[in-house]
């Protein structure tokens, strides 16, 4: 069955760097656009951001822009979250979805992976 | 800026329905029928329930069914059990290549 596990959460000061993967088992992960949602605790779901199918574009939610690059290794079926600049807002379970063949439709969701952003 | 507006809470007894609005601040986005429903239980990862405003995935109980009017979609759920009681979050594309999320409904079943 479609898998997607999360990994590389953790505590990280503010200003400080980490990055997240998803790795995705059980179909043809380079047909499939991908996101990351993000969701802080005791609150709702927030979008991060999405890279097609084969990585040519990538866009990103105005809280993220500029501090965080969404990527994907095809070869690998692994995505990844590269967050820079952290800051205490960003404290969150991270989930990676993909996308179905429905724009902006995510039919399979990973556990999470939870970042904590303090000093 | 746009924004999907859902009740905080909404409540229910075992047998009965209930129905979220979810509903879109902006026209742009209520342009697009890219309307999805997601469950999520508590520590746990979101489901997809309804996508499309009212089509459910292979799976999904008819009990849950999907609308739209106007700018605002709905996700009604008949014959409430208990194991309907989680969290319900609505989501729309928001054109300009982002996607919005409503801020989330806790449905109780009492």
């Known amino acids: 069955q479609v898998q997607l596990v999360e990994s590389g959460g953790g505590v990280v000061q503010p200003g ?6 998803c790795t995705a088992s059980a179909f043809n992960f380079r047909s499939f656009g991908m996101h990351w949602v993000r969701q802080a605790p005791g609150k709702g779901l927030e ?11 990538k866009y990103y939610a105005d809280s993220v822009k500029g501090r965080f690059t969404i990527s994907r290794d095809n070869s690998k079926n692994t995505l990844f979250l590269e967050m820079n600049s952290l800051r205490a807002e960003d404290t969150a379970v991270y989930f990676c979805a993909r996308e ?7 039919d399979y969701w990973g556990q999470g992976t939870l970042v904590t952003v303090s000093s | 800026q746009s924004a999907l507006t859902q009740p905080a809470s909404v409540s229910g007894s075992p047998g009965q ?3 979220i609005s979810c509903t879109e601040s902006s026209s742009d986005v209520g342009s697009y029928n890219l309307v999805s429903w997601y469950q999520q239980h ?3 990862a979101p489901k997809l329930m309804i996508f499309e ?8 109980s008819n009990r849950f069914s999907g609308s739209k009017s106007g700018n605002t979609a709905s996700l009604t759920i008949s014959g409430l059990q208990t194991e309907d009681e ?3 979050y609505c989501c729309s594309y928001a054109g300009n290549t982002t996607v919005l999320f409503g801020g989330g409904t806790k449905l109780t079943v009492l």
């Open chain 2, 53 to 60: 405003v009212n089509n459910r995935p292979s799976g999904v």
């Open chain 2, 42 to 44: 508590p520590g746990k």
């Open chain 1, 100 to 106: 179905s063949t429905v724009l902006t439709t995510f």
């Open chain 2, 86 to 88: 989680a969290d319900y």
């Open chain 1, 47 to 57: 979008w991060v951001a999405v890279i097609w199918y084969d990585g040519s574009k």
């Open chain 2, 17 to 19: 329905s209930i129905t």
């Open chain 1, 16 to 21: 400080r760097s980490l990055r997240l993967s």
